[in-house]
Protein backbone atom coordinates (compact mmCIF):
# COMPACT_ATOMS: atom_id res chain seq x y z
CA UNK A 1 0.00 0.00 0.00
CA UNK A 2 1.58 3.74 -1.23
CA UNK A 3 1.27 6.49 1.59
CA UNK A 4 2.36 9.55 1.02
CA UNK A 5 2.52 11.51 4.23
CA UNK A 6 3.02 15.10 4.64
CA UNK A 7 3.98 16.52 8.21
CA UNK A 8 5.17 20.37 8.73
CA UNK A 9 2.28 22.71 8.11
CA UNK A 10 0.95 25.46 10.26
CA UNK A 11 0.61 29.28 10.73
CA UNK A 12 3.44 31.56 10.56
CA UNK A 13 3.36 35.23 10.14
CA UNK A 14 4.68 36.51 6.42
CA UNK A 15 8.47 36.61 6.42
CA UNK A 16 8.74 33.41 8.64
CA UNK A 17 9.45 29.88 7.43
CA UNK A 18 8.55 26.28 7.30
CA UNK A 19 9.45 22.86 6.85
CA UNK A 20 7.47 20.50 4.70
CA UNK A 21 8.50 16.48 5.16
CA UNK A 22 6.96 14.14 3.23
CA UNK A 23 7.50 10.45 4.20
CA UNK A 24 6.80 7.95 1.64
CA UNK A 25 6.19 4.33 1.79
CA UNK A 26 5.32 1.37 -0.62
CA UNK A 27 7.50 2.61 -3.70
CA UNK A 28 10.63 2.50 -4.91
CA UNK A 29 11.23 6.13 -3.97
CA UNK A 30 14.23 6.43 -6.00
CA UNK A 31 12.66 5.71 -8.85
CA UNK A 32 9.65 8.71 -8.55
CA UNK A 33 9.91 11.94 -9.63
CA UNK A 34 8.49 13.96 -6.30
CA UNK A 35 6.88 16.91 -5.91
CA UNK A 36 5.16 19.20 -4.01
CA UNK A 37 1.93 21.07 -5.10
CA UNK A 38 -0.46 23.40 -3.45
CA UNK A 39 -4.18 24.59 -3.38
CA UNK A 40 -6.02 27.79 -2.05
CA UNK A 41 -9.26 28.08 -1.86
CA UNK A 42 -11.46 28.53 -5.35
CA UNK A 43 -7.57 28.17 -7.25
CA UNK A 44 -6.73 25.24 -9.09
CA UNK A 45 -3.88 23.01 -7.94
CA UNK A 46 -1.25 24.14 -8.82
CA UNK A 47 2.79 22.74 -8.97
CA UNK A 48 5.35 24.17 -6.45
CA UNK A 49 8.31 22.29 -6.64
CA UNK A 50 9.68 19.26 -8.19
CA UNK A 51 12.87 17.12 -7.73
CA UNK A 52 13.24 14.33 -10.27
CA UNK A 53 15.21 10.75 -9.54
CA UNK A 54 17.74 11.88 -10.56
CA UNK A 55 17.71 15.03 -8.26
CA UNK A 56 17.06 17.73 -10.87
CA UNK A 57 14.84 20.51 -9.88
CA UNK A 58 12.40 22.82 -10.97
CA UNK A 59 10.16 25.55 -9.11
CA UNK A 60 7.20 27.97 -10.04
CA UNK A 61 8.08 31.52 -10.85
CA UNK A 62 6.51 32.37 -7.34
CA UNK A 63 8.47 30.90 -5.22
CA UNK A 64 12.22 30.37 -7.09
CA UNK A 65 14.81 32.04 -4.80
CA UNK A 66 12.11 31.01 -1.43
CA UNK A 67 11.72 27.52 -1.35
CA UNK A 68 14.14 24.47 -1.90
CA UNK A 69 13.01 21.12 -2.24
CA UNK A 70 15.23 18.14 -1.36
CA UNK A 71 15.20 14.73 -1.30
CA UNK A 72 16.93 11.93 1.14
CA UNK A 73 16.48 7.74 -0.95
CA UNK A 74 17.87 6.35 2.12
CA UNK A 75 15.02 7.95 4.04
CA UNK A 76 12.27 7.76 1.17
CA UNK A 77 11.67 11.36 2.57
CA UNK A 78 11.66 14.58 0.31
CA UNK A 79 11.57 18.19 1.82
CA UNK A 80 10.27 21.73 1.00
CA UNK A 81 12.26 24.26 2.87
CA UNK A 82 9.87 27.66 2.49
CA UNK A 83 11.48 30.90 3.24
CA UNK A 84 10.62 34.72 3.06
CA UNK A 85 6.83 33.30 3.44
CA UNK A 86 4.21 35.21 1.99
CA UNK A 87 0.10 35.62 2.70
CA UNK A 88 0.01 34.37 -0.60
CA UNK A 89 1.39 31.29 0.12
CA UNK A 90 -1.45 29.87 2.21
CA UNK A 91 -2.78 26.97 0.54
CA UNK A 92 -2.75 23.31 1.31
CA UNK A 93 0.14 21.77 0.90
CA UNK A 94 0.02 18.48 -1.00
CA UNK A 95 3.08 15.77 -1.41
CA UNK A 96 3.31 13.71 -4.82
CA UNK A 97 4.77 10.83 -6.70
CA UNK A 98 5.50 10.16 -10.02
CA UNK A 99 6.57 8.03 -12.72
CA UNK A 100 5.65 6.78 -16.45
CA UNK A 101 1.82 4.64 -15.20
CA UNK A 102 1.95 5.63 -11.39
CA UNK A 103 1.31 8.77 -9.79
CA UNK A 104 0.29 9.45 -5.79
CA UNK A 105 -0.97 12.05 -3.45
CA UNK A 106 -0.71 12.25 0.37
CA UNK A 107 -3.39 13.70 2.42
CA UNK A 108 -2.49 17.57 2.27
CA UNK A 109 -1.27 19.74 4.93
CA UNK A 110 -2.42 23.32 6.11
CA UNK A 111 -0.06 26.30 5.22
CA UNK A 112 -1.37 29.66 6.26
CA UNK A 113 0.85 32.59 6.61
CA UNK A 114 -0.70 35.67 8.24
CA UNK A 115 -0.07 39.25 7.31
Avoid at 29 to 51: C, D, H, N, T
Wanted: net charge positive; charged share 15%.
Amino acid sequence: QVQLVESGGGLVQAGGSLRLSCAASGITFGSYAMGWYRQAPGKERELVARISSGGSTNYADSVKGRFTISRDNAKNTVVLQMNSLKPEDTAVYYCNAHRILANYWGQGTQVTVSS
